[in-house]
């Protein structure tokens, strides 16, 4: 049994203002038994913030970080950076910064293998786009990214999630049907366990893309489904948390 993960990904949104949701998510969090992991990725400028005022129960993360621990690269933010900022997760190779700043997957593995050294945890995303889906190239791409994208892993790694987010359904409103997301989701686990044997099988596999309160619950239920990568419904703390209360049934 994989002990299921929320994440919010609140991407380049929020000011200081915006903490007062971490307030409403303590408190519901607090009535919940704690059968699920709870995760809230800020901008960077609010880890350190955002990471006073959670309860143990809510985990803070970065969006990204650099392959480097220090060094002079301007604007960077480093793994060992936000771990110190109170951070234990970092979203890695997400498409919207493989397409923004042209990250590549060596880049992504390199990021994930400093993110561990730093003793986060990476969630490394995968996902086809459009075109790729509809040429029925799902499979091949995702396998492919995840071979290219994966760090090695050492006897003491704090661990490894992977996110499946089909690139055209993040922030559409659309979703692959249940049938799509479950063949994703069995291919991932099964180059995890190839890549790193009986570990594989524990790691957490998140769906991201347009998930609500209105869909976690189906999209839960799918098999080799650990949890979710949520973005535009993780802004408020009442739809996050209505999504995290789905997690826990
Ligand atoms: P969305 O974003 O929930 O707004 O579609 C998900 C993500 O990109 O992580």
Redesign the pocket.
Known sequence: MVRPLIAG?WKMNGLKSALAEVEAVNTALADYPDKADCLICPPATLVAAMATKASARLKVGGQYCHNKSSGAHTGDISAEMLADAGASYVIVG?S?RRDDHAERSAFVKSQAKAALQAGLIPIVCVGEDYQQRAKGETAEVIERVMRKSLPELSENAPGLVVAY?PKW???TGEIPTMAEIGEVHALIRRVLIDAYGEVGRSMPILY????KPGNAAEILAVPEVNGG?????SLKAADFMAIYETAIQ
């Open positions: 990904n997400h919207e987010e359904a993040i922030g991201g893309g347009s998930m990568l949520i973005g535009g419904a």
